[in-house]
T-cell receptor, first 118, second 118 residues
């Protein structure tokens, strides 16, 4: 159990276009999901916290208008990279919080989406 | 401030050698969790272990073992008799508090790239 999927797994788009990445918790409901980006040979950088039914909380330095996050249901969060540029090319990873019995939170990661902007 | 330091950027060993990956953390919380993740070339994060701050027992799982020492704020990871399949980037991460509301941000180290050569 506790599987998180991402779609697409990889995408190539032209500069100036927008790309939407989906993150789904397949067998549990997740009120909170996180979005990370990872550049080659670097660590994960938290971009934003996505809360179901409310606005996302962005980390310092992350442009809200460029990286639109929508957490419309308890099993789906989407990240839209608007007007993508080559410097947005990266590996985007989402994670979802699964709340176990007694309220203990566990974080499960999606397999990642590799975005290449040409 | 919370911080995770993985001083070893890259390690290269020959198959069957033992290798230890270092992780040093900083936190002011008395309750926290430490994690190790493996990221193979495919990019998908593989959860290896979670350890809470109240449990200093070392853990062994097959060829993997972890040494948690609060006195030195370290949570080191040892692979015994390394194999080529162990080649990956390994991340150490820290999470503070039992439940920070619905948020469970992870503070990541920069990762150690392990190459196991035949």
């Amino acid at each position: 159990g506790a599987v998180v999927s991402q779609h697409p797994s990889w995408v190539i788009c032209k500069s100036g276009t927008s790309v939407k990445i989906e993150c789904r918790s397949l067998d549990f409901q997740a009120t909170t999901m996180f979005w990370y980006r990872q550049f080659p040979k670097q660590s994960l950088m938290l971009m934003a916290t996505s809360n179901e039914g409310s606005k996302a909380t962005y980390e310092q330095g992350v442009e809200k208008d460029k990286f639109l996050i929508n957490h419309a249901s308890l099993t789906l969060s989407t990240l839209t990279v608007t007007s993508a540029h080559p410097e947005d090319s990266s590996f985007y990873i989402c994670s979802a919080i699964y709340v176990r019995d007694r309220g203990f939170h566990e974080q499960y990661f999606g397999p990642g989406t590799r975005l290449t902007v040409t | 401030a919370q911080k995770v330091t993985q001083a070893q950027t890259e390690i290269s060993v020959v198959e069957k050698e033992d290798v230890t990956l270092d992780c040093v953390y900083e936190t002011r919380d008395t309750t926290y969790y430490l994690f190790w993740y493996k990221q193979p070339p495919s990019g998908e994060l593989v959860f290896l272990i979670r350890r809470n701050s109240f449990d200093e027992q070392n853990e062994i799982s097959g060829r993997y073992s972890w040494n948690f020492q609060k006195s030195t704020s370290s949570f080191n990871f040892t692979i015994t008799a390394s194999q080529v399949v162990d080649s990956a980037v390994y991340f150490c991460a820290l999470s503070e508090g039992y439940n920070a509301g619905n948020n469970r941000k992870l503070i990541w180290g920069l990762g150690t790239s392990l190459a196991v050569n035949p």
